[in-house]
């Protein structure tokens, strides 16, 4: 059975920093791409950032570069968002993404639930 869970959510001030986790099992996570989406209310879900199945390769929204860093640890079939500088515009709900695909083909999608990010002072 799959399943994706995050976690790592809070309440946090300007500037601060967070770090978000995201397990999975239920599939073969080391040939997924992971990636990390986040959804502010009355606004779409929107990429933040994205990385390949071994970790060689990652990419980031331009709103984020510079101040977040995705990672992961196959062994333990974790993905991380290092979020620091934070701004109230990144208050919305984080969600964990699993992706396989190859040549057009999807062979897997999965979410998470979401985690809740609140930036205020």
């Known amino acids: 059975q799959v399943h994706v869970a995050e976690s790592g959510g809070g309440l946090v001030q300007p500037g601060g920093s967070l770090r978000l986790s995201c397990a999975a099992s239920?599939?073969?996570?080391?040939?997924?791409?992971m990636s990390w989406y986040r959804q502010a209310p009355g606004k779409e879900r929107e990429l933040v950032a994205g990385?390949?199945?071994?970790?060689?390769?990652?990419n980031y929204a331009d709103s984020v570069k510079g101040r977040f860093t995705i990672s992961r640890d196959n062994a333990k079939n974790t993905v991380y968002l290092q979020m620091s500088s934070l701004k109230p515009e990144d208050t919305a709900v984080y969600y964990c993404?699993?992706?396989?695909?190859?040549?057009?083909?999807?062979?897997?999608?999965?979410w998470g639930q979401g985690t809740q990010v609140t930036v205020s002072s």
């Open positions: 993404n699993a992706h396989k695909e190859r040549l057009g083909v999807v062979f897997g999608d999965h």
């Open positions: 239920g599939f073969t996570f080391n040939s997924y791409f």
């Open positions: 990385i390949t199945n071994h970790g060689s390769s990652t």
